[in-house]
T-cell receptor
């Protein structure tokens, strides 16, 4: 049971480049989400999904796209990277049972030059 | 928008001492959760307290919730150097798995 996995661990992009951050979980969790963590800002919700084919925006969705074609995978796409997207990105998952703990991946550190 | 606010923002104590962290929030909640983050790692869930609970224990952790004051506290007893980490409170609203995190506080336990 690997839990929540994220790839890559670290990425450097140039402004305007695109990339996809991968997230996968093997716990059959319906709910998956993406957060970004910036110094002194805590974690802010980017996008989330309550099941395959269903996604919704969080607090800071601009500049990011998501899709959920399977229960296991929830990739985050940056279409045209900007320096303001330099951050650490965390994926999390949980059951749709209400008031459940969330399981976090190890994070992806992204630097946009 | 940030819901929880941890206090203090940083705390440094000696091994064996107790550490108390406070969290205040703004809107009504369904539950409040505490997470720990070791440097460079993902968050790990510590404890969850529901809005109808006032106190909960888990090992060396004790969490209290006062919904009238919209505040919670996390007590770590007999701290260890391994407790050195950042701690976050997160609130859940009814009918949603979405969590709103505070900015976190840094605990340093000196051996």
């Amino acid at each position: 049971n690997a839990g929540v996995t994220q790839t890559p661990k670290f990425q450097v992009l140039k402004t305007g480049q695109s990339m996809t951050l991968q997230c996968a979980q093997d716990m059959n969790h319906e709910y998956m989400s993406w957060y970004r963590q910036d110094p002194g800002m805590g974690l802010r919700l980017i996008h989330y999904s309550v099941g395959a084919g269903i996604t919704d925006q969080g607090e800071v969705p601009n500049g990011y796209n998501v899709s959920r074609s399977t229960t296991e995978d929830f990739p985050l796409r940056l279409l045209s990277a900007a320096p303001s997207q330099t951050s650490v990105y965390f994926c999390a998952s949980t059951r749709l049972a209400g008031e459940e703990t969330q399981y976090f991946g190890p994070g992806t550190r992204l630097l946009v030059l | 928008s940030q819901q929880g606010e941890e206090d203090p923002q940083a705390l440094s104590i000696q091994e064996g001492e107790n550490a108390t962290m406070n969290c205040s929030y703004k809107t009504s909640i369904n539950n409040l959760q505490w997470y720990r983050q070791n440097s460079g790692r993902g968050l790990v869930h510590l404890i969850l307290i529901r809005s109808n609970e006032r106190e909960k224990h888990s090992g060396r952790l004790r969490v209290t919730l006062d919904t009238s004051k919209k505040s919670s506290s996390l007590l770590i007893t007999a701290s260890r150097a391994a407790d050195t980490a950042s701690y976050f409170c997160a609130t859940g609203q009814g009918g949603s798995e979405k969590l709103v995190f505070g900015k976190g506080m840094k605990l340093t336990v000196n051996p």
